[in-house]
T-cell receptor, first 108, second 114 residues
Framework: GIQVEQSPPDLILQEGANSTLRCNFS?????LQWFHQNPWGQLINLFY???GTKQNGRLSATTVATERYSLLYISSSQTTDSGVYFCAVDNYGQNFVFGPGTRLSVLP | DSGVTQTPKHLITATGQRVTLRCSPRSGDLSVYWYQQSLDQGLQFLIHYYNGEERAKGNILERFSAQQFPDLHSELNLSSLELGDSALYFC?????????????FGAGTRLSVL
């Protein structure tokens, strides 16, 4: 099946810093979503981005489907950005395969 | 709020017991997916139902079963519980069953098996 890798596994930032999270996948995909899991465990949809670039406030994402990777950019990070960021991909329309996540800690 | 409702939020039970987790999808969504998040296995797909029928199975144990009812809510039944079943169980829904649909996740049910 499809494999999903994320890097870095852990990231510690000072408030106000920028960061880039990466997701690599082993096969072509029809669906890619980025999620933020907050400290309470809730999975929050950030982007649906099987290809192209999208922006939502301080967050943006780019997926280069032909090269099988996606990037999530967080600018001017805030303590509320802390948590785990997952990318998930779906290529057969059956289910998501999640990456292992990037744990982000934003320090005040 | 994703519009997907999961109950209960927390469940504490003993080994050997059976529990039922419930999921109500977003209004109009026909697909329901179940996922398990454990510390050692990460987020893993369990099963997918579309309009009442099983569409795909993932790493779901034989002790676990699910169904989707005519009103489209779904239940995940876990039986003969073991300590290793302690995890966060998520339900997600999407408009249809295809890969092009966005999946929206509920808040999860945290199961603790003692």
């Amino acid at each position: 099946g499809i494999q999903v890798e994320q890097s870095p596994p852990d990231l510690i930032l000072q408030e106000g810093a920028n960061s880039t999270l990466r997701c690599n996948f082993s096969d072509s995909v029809n669906n890619l979503q980025w999620f933020h899991q907050n400290p309470w465990g809730q999975l929050i949809n950030l982007f649906y981005i099987p290809s192209g670039t999208k922006q939502n406030g301080r967050l943006s994402a780019t997926t280069v489907a032909t090269e099988r990777y996606s990037l999530l950019y967080i600018s001017s990070s805030q303590t509320t950005d802390s948590g785990v960021y997952f990318c998930a991909v779906d290529n057969y329309g059956q289910n998501f395969v999640f990456g292992p996540g990037t744990r982000l800690s934003v320090l005040p | 709020d994703s519009g997907v409702t999961q109950t209960p939020k927390h469940l504490i039970t003993a080994t050997g017991q059976r529990v039922t987790l419930r999921c109500s999808p977003r209004s109009g969504d026909l697909s329901v997916y179940w996922y398990q998040q454990s510390l050692d296995q990460g987020l893993q797909f369990l099963i997918h139902y579309y309009n009442g029928e099983e569409r795909a199975k993932g790493n779901i144990l034989e002790r676990f079963s699910a169904q989707q009812f005519p009103d489209l809510h779904s239940e995940l039944n876990l039986s003969s519980l073991e300590l290793g079943d302690s995890a966060l169980y998520f339900c997600a829904s999407s408009a249809s069953g295809g890969a092009l649909n966005i999946q929206y996740f509920g808040a999860g049910t945290r199961l603790s098996v003692l």
